[in-house]
């Protein structure tokens, strides 16, 4: 496929998913079948073309591209884009969405712009940050604990407010979601850090574990055995 037939494959798949208003959902799902319906050097070729839709920082294909990309695994263009991008984007919020999608690939090597930017997001903490670090903890789960306690030690006066349940919510649910140890083991290091930050940190993800839907979500005996273990990782340092 050359490179014109390429511009017009992306431009008649883009035309006709213009009006799903689906987030973009379809569109990453015709990339895929695309690619899977082309011979390797094609299939490549679009790869490449899909990340130059992600490098123009568009809003309204960036994401959707950068999305596609992550769902083919194509590992090695995110590769190239990650260093890159992180450098050139200066909407934070925009570059959470790109640092999002980066941790959601199995890689095992984090660039150190990805973790300069999600350091600097605890100085002012934004909606993505929580699952930035939760994502992260799935691929470095040292250095993630690591910067979860740092959010923490920086923010409790400010989660100790009315947005405390919140922030608590958002760290239950994105870190039940990859390992039901993660909780215990971040109450186990605030506490080796800051002791009384660590106490009051297990009794609200506790409490948070008590609450009737998150019962219902996760059962009882998961929400049982959570608090199980925070209570034993406590009792550790006793």
Known sequence: MNPDELRVLILRLRQEHAGDDDGGYALVAAFKRARESLDEESGAQLVE???????????????????????????????????????????????????????????????????????????????????IIAALCNIDRDTGLDISCTYFEKNLTSIQSSSAEESIAAFVRNFVAIDDRLLAELVQMVRVRKPETGRWLAARICDYLSKPWMIEELGGNRCTSIKAKITASELALN
Not at 71 to 88: F, N, R, V
């Open 49 to 131: 073309a899909l990340a130059d839709l992600v490098r123009i920082q568009d809003r309204d294909i960036s994401a959707i591209a950068l999305e596609a990309l992550v769902q083919m695994g194509a590992s090695q263009a995110i590769d190239a884009l990650a260093s890159e991008l992180t450098q050139t984007i200066h909407d934070e919020g925009r570059k959470d969405y790109l640092v999002l999608g980066l941790l959601r690939l199995p890689q095992r090597q984090i660039a150190q712009p990805i973790l300069e930017h999600i350091r600097s997001s605890l100085e002012n903490p934004r909606p993505l940050t929580v699952p």
